[in-house]
């Protein structure tokens, strides 16, 4: 092993100190009461652990009494201090890491393959599924029993699967959303593994190419007249798991495209029905035996009947009394100082009635009031999704110096009477069950302590309705709902809501004037609706709307997400009255649809409806969206709603869709708030696509193995050479246990690149803080080529997603506009916490790196304004150069356009690269929505984009007075920003969607502003270009503030490698 720096407690530590022939004294309980000490190898499987354990118990008293070996399994206390049963026996000790090495043998339970199918998931998930059976939650007994049924019956679907159906279910064809035929010509040079070269149509398909290919072949070897079928055969992208087929043009899948625009041959290989038959074989006979299994056991548990609604139960519409509860007592609430609690009923955002403030209590701890809280609103009028939200908070005379300075952001509160207000914690809870029963009787909420930047009355009300599962420490607050009537109260079924609004439209004449405006009005109503959504409604407004709201249905149904705001959701009359509206509403475009899963929007059935809109998406339009959808997730109430089922079913139908959504997941298994909700759902996932397991397993395992070299290098790094740690990190690598788990898996970035056999010697860390590790592969697969990725551990990747997934969104849309910008959003995935991966972008430098290479002296390398373009010319000559030339000045328009419009920041040298093909591209999206850098106050960045005068000395082929390709460029800019203006509304909507991940630079709609100014919202297109050409001036002028920023980077770094 490598030398060891790290805490000597750790014993399972990649680097502790162990002996040198890698043993671990483990001590083993037997049920027989004997006690046995044993060493065994650290890497030594669970199986292999059992064997030499049983031949030592034979020289022990009593192993006569002990069964079959077979019948029993491993318990140990793991990590996190639970209880864990070692059912998968495949798994590593060393992976396992027991809290000390502990093993105690136990009798196996009857079901193993259950049993072991349930410890796989939980390893996989990072949660045990045996804490969600002893959860009491009659809500989370009943989703997973439905969701077991659920998965059953698409198991079902997929055992009637034909191998072509199996294959585009197992490995989808990755393709563009439309077929893009802007090509100086219409043909593109290609050719089939092991065959010679074919010049053949882009706008072939598949199975036409499969023909063409095998006809040669024959002809090759006289066989011309030899009868085929083209359908028994399916092209492979050569290197890769994946395969092109379908009626599609070749042009639309996204290999062949990239490799038409890159200028090489796509290299493709026909493989034989017959092996996808036989992994297709091997699947159904694996789901087979799983319903046979769920078959023969007995019957899951039916969720419980939900009680029908008879005369003795209570439609909550019938009472008009107001609502009411009692707050009882708040225990573990650490305050010095007297303490008051507030709560609010919200809908969404929209608070229903004045807040209620408790009166003042001092203690400590443990606070009493038992006082009725009171609010201005009938039980009547409560919609369906009302949430409760409570604030507890101190109250002092005035800030103590000491915890102002310390934490000021929690002093940014209420001040009355002289008095001022801080929080201390808040919870939230729905008015209604998962049943839509109203909540009655007593309730504990185990509070949150942490606050987002912007709260109404220091209450919560976008923050989840789980309470913290941190009991034993958090603050909680005990109360308790009034009883209004002796039976259940509920809220109305479906038919009734429709019956009331049926009932107000017979009992009102004029409804069917009311709801139509005039000439003047329609105008006016125009103009609202053509607003983008961060504009505020004001109340006059929003009568308007809800006057015209039939107006709205049949001129604007895309204005549907204004209407949903302007209806008083406190009055169930109009809620009833949009119910029935919503029934006859024309399904909306799926990407304007997406706006209705904001948190503004939670009433069930508008959800509903978005998720029927939704269904329209393509497979490869879902996956633009998945990572909003995700986080969406948070603000759905109840565990079973139609999102989270549209989800699995879009997962469970296409397994790419299903590793990304698993990833999504699994990223933010850490977080408290979501571990329950997000656990569930990766569950159901994995039962109903147990066979992707095993996949998915592998890369889990990778990571692990990956996070613990890491830590290696860092804490090595303190300590010795870089060379020397880079000596330990090799050692380490090539390590059995590690050779094994980092080989032969599919690349979480991309599922159907196969990470092969590493190339240890060129693997590496870097340079930076937290040392990410550099990992290269060789591609074993026929024709493949070099993948690279890098691991980073210890920074938050979420928010470099989601500027690239921006940004491919971007490339999408110029594309379907006929503007190809040859963007290179390459491959980035949060993985864990603060932990994840990016994809190496091969043949690639930074601009420093490059301007360096050139330049003698570090501190003039930046005004080397020759370099980028000798780059260049070093990398291509002739035809190629000019063709270098062209992707360099198109990438840099994209580019330029994209960095103004989110506002990207920290734009150095070495955050942007350069491929040897000639497209330019950014990395490292860490400031965005105009946070830029500043120092002792000074803002760094002076210019809306990067611009610099060596990118206009490439742009104009090294001749200063070639206006004609800068002015070419320019035109190319002013296009792509006018097509993102027209989509300026989905660009909110994106960013407010992911509100809710806790990104640093993206926690309020106040950062959202930022897109709505550098989009020029609200301004017709004249304002917008007359104010971009100014950014693209400004951008010339001060390019020289550029260089300067340049030069201190390249002084202060030395990135000569």
């Known amino acids: ?45 669970i199986d292999q652990i059992k064997m030499l354990l049983w031949r030592q118990a034979q020289t022990y008293p009593l192993y006569t009494v002990l069964g079959e070996k077979d019948s029993y399994m491993f318990q140990c206390v793991n990590q996190s201090a639970v209880h864990e049963e070692l059912e998968d ?42 804490e969600f059976d002893a959860l009491t939650d009659p809500e989370v007994r009943e989703f997973r029993s439905k969701m077991r049924m659920f998965n059953e019956e698409k198991m079902l679907k997929l055992q009637g699967l034909s191998w072509m159906d199996w294959l585009k279910h197992s490995f989808p064809p990755e393709l563009e959303s439309t077929a893009f035929n802007n090509f100086e010509d219409n043909n593109s040079r290609g050719w089939v593994k092991f065959f010679c ?34 359908r028994d055969f399916v092209l492979r992208v050569s290197g890769k798991q994946e395969y092109l087929f379908g009626e599609q043009p070749l042009i639309q899948f996204r290999y062949i495209r990239n490799c038409v625009l890159k200028g ?73 100082e007297a303490v008051q609690v507030r709560a609010g009923i919200f809908h969404g955002t929209e608070l229903l009635s004045k807040s209620v403030v408790s009166t003042e209590v001092s203690g400590k701890n443990d606070l009493v009031w038992n006082e009725i809280l009171d609010f201005e609103i009938n039980l009547c009028d409560l919609p369906r999704m009302s949430r409760l939200c409570f604030a507890v908070y101190g109250v002092m005379d005035k800030v103590k110096k000491q915890k102002s300075t310390k934490n000021a952001s929690k002093y940014q509160t209420i001040r009355k009477a002289g008095k001022v207000h801080y929080p201390i914690a808040w919870v939230n809870t729905m008015v209604f069950d998962f049943r839509a029963q109203l909540k009655s009787g007593d309730l504990d909420l ?139 509403w024309i399904k909306l475009c799926p990407r304007d649809a997406l706006e209705l899963l904001d948190f503004n929007y939670p009433d069930q059935y508008v959800r509903e409806y978005a998720v029927k809109c939704l269904k329209e998406m393509s497979d490869e339009e879902l996956s633009q969206y998945l990572l909003q959808l995700v986080q969406v997730l948070k603000y759905e109430p109840y565990f079973d709603c139609a999102l989270s089922r549209f989800l699995l079913e879009r997962a469970q139908a296409n397994r790419r869709i299903g590793h990304f959504l698993f990833w ?63 000596e330990v990190m090799n050692t380490c690598l090539k390590q059995p246990v590690y050779t094994e788990a980092l080989s032969d898996l599919q690349s979480p970035l991309n599922p159907s690149v196969i990470l092969s056999k590493l190339n240890v010697d060129k693997c590496k860390f870097m340079d930076s803080k937290m040392k990410p590790l550099w990992i290269l592969y060789n591609n074993k697969m026929s024709g493949g080529e070099p993948v690279g990725i890098i691991f980073k551990n210890g920074d938050d990747l979420r928010q470099d997603m989601l500027a690239l997934q921006i940004l491919r969104l971007m490339d999408m849309l110029w594309k379907e506009a006929g503007l190809d910008l040859r963007i290179v959003p390459y491959g980035c995935l949060a993985t864990g916490d603060k932990s994840g991966l990016i994809e190496v972008v091969s043949a690639s430098e930074t601009i420093a790196n490059i301007q360096l290479t050139n330049s003698n002296v570090a501190a003039t390398a930046a005004f080397n304004k020759d370099a980028l373009l000798n780059w260049l010319k070093e990398k291509n000559t002739g035809d190629a150069l000019d063709r270098a030339i062209e992707e360099f000045t198109l990438s840099c328009a994209g580019y330029c356009v994209a960095t103004y419009v989110l506002g990207i920041g920290d734009r150095h040298s070495d955050n942007i690269m350069v491929r040897e093909t000639g497209q330019l ?111 693209f001036d400004e951008a010339l002028r001060e390019s020289w503030t550029t260089k300067v920023n340049w030069m201190a980077h390249i002084v202060a770094k030395d990135n000569r490698s």
């Open 89 to 130: 026996e495949s798994r590593r000790l060393c992976d396992v890491r027991p809290f000390l090495p502990v093993l105690k043998l136990v009798a196996r339970n009857c079901n193993r393959s259950e049993r072991l199918l349930d410890s796989k998931i939980g390893v996989l998930i990072g949660k045990g599924l045996h």
């Open 446 to 584: 185990h509070c949150w302590s942490s606050f987002p930047d912007e709260m109404e009355d220091m209450l919560n009300p976008m923050g989840t309705v789980q309470t913290n599962p941190y009991s034993e420490n958090a603050a909680s607050l005990h109360i308790q709902f009034q009883e209004y009537s002796k039976s259940v109260i509920y809220y109305p079924a479906f038919d009734k809501i429709l019956e009331k609004a049926a009932e107000i439209a017979r009992s009102n004449d004029t409804l069917s004037m009311s709801g139509r405006g005039g000439k003047k009005l329609h105008i006016e109503l125009k103009e609202i609706m053509e607003r983008d959504p961060l504009s505020q409604l004001c109340e006059n407004e929003m009568d308007l709307i809800w006057t015209l709201r039939y107006d709205c249905r049949e001129n604007f149904p895309q204005s549907l997400p204004k209407l949903l705001l302007s209806v008083k959701w406190s009055k169930h009359e109009d809620v009833a009255q949009l119910q029935a509206l919503l029934q006859i």
């Open 921 to 1031: 591209f950014h990395i490292d999206f860490g400031h965005i929505l105009g946070n830029f850098k500043s120092k002792f106050g000074i803002k760094r960045e002076r210019v809306p984009f990067i611009l610099t005068h060596d990118f206009i000395h490439v742009i104009q082929q090294g001749k200063p007075g070639n206006a004609e390709k800068f002015g070419r460029f320019r035109q190319c800019c002013e296009e792509a920003y006018l097509i993102l203006r027209k989509n300026g509304n989905l660009f909110i909507t994106l960013f407010a969607l992911m509100l809710t991940a806790g990104l640093p630079e993206l926690s309020s709609v106040k950062d959202i502003q930022y897109l709505k100014d550098s989009l020029a919202l609200g301004k017709s297109d004249d304002e917008a270009l007359k104010q971009f050409r100014q950014k």
């Open 264 to 336: 090489s041959n796509p290299q493709l290989t026909l493989v034989d029905c017959c092996t996808i038959k036989e992994m297709c074989d091997r699947e159904m006979s694996a789901i087979g035996v799983a319903l046979h299994r769920k078959i023969s056991n007995a019957p899951l548990p039916l969720p419980p009947k939900r009680r029908t609604i008879s005369q003795m139960a209570t439609n909550v519409w019938d009472i008009n009394s107001p609502f009411k509860m009692l707050l009882i007592r708040g225990n573990k609430i650490n305050a010095d």
């Open 197 to 230: 070269r074919s010049v053949i149509s882009p706008n072939l398909n598949p199975l036409d190419l499969n023909e063409l290919a095998i006809r040669k072949q024959l002809t090759i070897h006289g066989k011309e007249n030899e009868e085929f079928n083209p």
């Open 664 to 726: 999504h997941l699994r990223s933010e298994m850490h977080l408290p708030a979501t571990s329950l909700q997000f656990g569930l759902i990766l569950e159901s996932y994995c039962r109903g696509s147990f066979t992707h397991i095993k996949e998915l397993s592998k890369q889990m395992e990778a990571l692990s193995k990956l996070k613990a070299i890491n830590n290696l290098v860092k804490l090595s790094y303190l300590k010795v050479t870089r060379t020397k740690v880079k």
């Open 1 to 45: 092993m490598p030398p060891a720096m790290t805490d000597p407690l750790d014993i399972w530590a990649v680097d502790s100190q162990i002996p040198a022939d890698n043993s671990i004294t483990v001590d083993f309980l037997l049920p027989t009461g004997i006690y046995i000490q044993l060493d065994v190898p650290r890497e030594a499987t």
